[in-house]
């Protein structure tokens, strides 16, 4: 789609006076960062994150593809620390101008199992990046499951969420109000692994096989709940293992990062600057950036439809299943279509946020 625009922007600048061949050009980036802005306008989102270095690079890219009108960011319980995950995203969205509530868990609303608290500490330092020192921190006074319903219960429309930490906030907003699932357009998840490896170890049994991903093991009761959902209408897309290990975030990509000088690639460079030695040795992923690609790009993923159940018990906690005794089936994207170049695409959104002009 994307390329027969740009082809068609070629044969019509043939012929035209510089003037109009760049105005003809400018629209044409417009629509490559907005091929998924229809006649409806900008889409209202929700991101639900948990406040790891690739929650914020998928934070950028939303903002960068100028595709959604953010209503509300939640923090859950995941990988980041709650109030640093809060502050670190009021902070970058007022660096990008954006005046869009934050919102931290309920302390007391968690998963029944736990990030390493090694990977935990590798979010901390994102609030002292020298770029967001002197900018407004407004977070909401709501907690994150009373800001979803009150997003959601004021919405003129559906909104679309998309959650890239594990969903205990999530279900606790359809427990409690299972009325606003109506008003859900879609809900994209990153999580779980389907026939790839997950990223679970068992420390006394580190050769074993892991068959769960971090995001579905923190919560598994949650994970399974929103899943089981489908039954009563949510449409539910999962972005699992089996797409961000094709997304691994390199040196090389990361040289292109530096080397363009954009505000979004100089925000996106210090966050990334917390994970910079796993970059080096090839063990950072784009897990949440994947996500994004599956909203806004779904033409570079491929997806099959399956009734998924996630294990909430025994050595298998947190790892999904095929059950076809569920009648309903999710979205489920099982790697990257040929010709698709993600990182491209990216690191176009990085680079396209906007800048707060004070
Ligand atoms: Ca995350």
Not at 95 to 107: I, R
Not at 270 to 292: N, P, S
Request: proline share 6%.
């Amino acid at each position: 789609m994307v390329r027969h625009r740009l082809r068609f922007a070629k044969v019509v600048a043939k012929g035209m006076r510089p003037r109009t061949w760049l105005v003809s050009a400018l629209v044409t980036v417009v629509l490559v960062l907005n091929s998924c802005v229809d006649e409806r306008g900008l889409i209202p989102l929700i991101l639900d994150h948990d406040g790891a270095p690739d929650d914020y690079i998928a934070l950028l890219m939303l903002a960068g593809s100028r595709c959604c009108d953010l209503r509300g960011v939640t923090v859950s319980y995941g990988l980041g620390y709650r109030d640093s995950a809060v502050e670190t995203s009021a902070l970058l969205l007022d660096a990008m101008g954006l005046d869009v509530p934050v919102a931290g868990h309920d302390p007391a609303l968690r998963g029944r199992n736990s990030f390493p608290e090694t990977w935990r500490d590798s979010s901390f330092h994102l609030r002292t990046l020298p770029m967001l020192q002197g900018l407004d921190v407004r977070s909401d006074p709501h907690d994150a499951v009373a800001l979803l319903v009150d997003v959601l219960e004021n919405a003129e429309q559906p909104v679309t969420v998309l959650a890239t930490g594990p969903l205990t906030n999530i279900s606790a907003v359809f427990d409690r109000r299972p009325d606003l699932l109506g008003k859900v357009q879609r809900l994209v998840v990153m999580g779980g692994a389907l026939r790839v490896p997950g990223n679970v170890r068992d420390p006394e049994e580190p050769e074993a096989l892991a068959t769960a991903e971090y995001n579905f093991f923190v919560d598994p009761v949650g994970a399974d709940r929103v899943i089981a959902m489908a039954a009563q209408g949510l449409d539910i897309t999962i972005v699992p293992m089996d797409v961000t290990n094709e997304l691994p975030l390199n040196q090389a990509w990361l040289d292109r990062l530096k080397r363009n000088s954009s505000y979004g690639a100089r925000l996106a460079t210090g966050i990334l600057g917390a994970v910079e030695h796993l970059i080096q040795t090839g063990r950072y992923y784009l897990w949440d950036g994947a996500a994004v690609l599956a909203l806004w790009h779904p033409e570079g993923l491929r997806f099959e439809k399956k009734s998924l159940r996630v294990m909430t018990t025994g050595s298998e906690e947190g790892r999904i299943r095929t059950d076809d005794s569920r009648a309903a089936s999710v979205k489920i994207a099982t790697g990257i279509s040929e010709q698709a170049q993600p990182m491209d695409r990216i690191l176009d959104w990085v680079t396209n946020v906007p800048e707060r002009r004070n």
